[in-house]
């Protein structure tokens, strides 16, 4: 499983040690409300870090917890998946964050590392990613990334604004 770096951040692969900081995360509705609409509960965040370990044995690649190098603390999750969580379709990006790390430049960071991660260790042609299209904040970390707005898609039974990235443009955003 990867660790990956950044310069405030270790993004760690989601396990049983992290559950406290995740549930804290994912149980804050203003954090769950562009993902799923409700907070979770206990049992939710438990059973997401056994998909998660899942599939990290299975694609050596899924959920990472984000963890903020000074304070030892999870201020946020993020993936790379398979879109609508089927082999068949490219991979997604994907991030959450603590509400009191907002607008910090918290989420860009995580996603530099994570969508170098998919393009240079995967080599994946192509990396899509999806938000409520009420959500700006996320669709700014998708364009500063470098992403295009594709158009409305429907995934994981909502509306939602899809924006993606070759591996040819994120190349040439590394020239």
Avoid at 28 to 39: F, L, N, S
Avoid at 54 to 67: D, H, K, M, P, Q
Wanted: negative net charge; proline residues 4%; hydrophobic residues 40%.
């Amino acid at each position: 499983m990867t660790i990956l770096n950044t310069q405030r951040l270790r993004l760690e692969p989601c396990s049983d040690a992290h559950f406290e900081g995740l549930y804290e995360l994912n149980r804050d509705p203003e954090v769950m409300r562009y993902i799923t609409g409700k907070p979770e509960t206990p049992e939710d965040t438990r059973a997401m870090i056994e998909r998660v370990k899942a599939r990290w044995a299975e694609f050596g690649y899924s959920w990472w917890s984000f963890i903020d190098k000074e304070s030892g603390q999870i201020i946020g999750a993020g993936c790379i998946q398979h879109l609508g969580r089927d082999a068949a379709n490219p991979l997604e990006i994907g991030w959450r964050l603590r509400k009191d790390r907002w607008h910090q430049g918290f989420a860009s960071e995580a996603a530099q590392a994570m969508a170098q991660f998919a393009f240079e260790t995967l080599k994946a042609p192509l990396l899509v990613a999806v938000c409520d299209p009420a959500n700006s904040a996320s669709s700014r970390v998708m364009e500063r990334l470098g992403m295009s707005y594709r158009g409305r898609e429907r995934w994981y039974d909502m509306d939602t604004a899809v924006y993606q990235m070759t591996d040819r443009d994120w190349l040439a955003r590394q020239l």
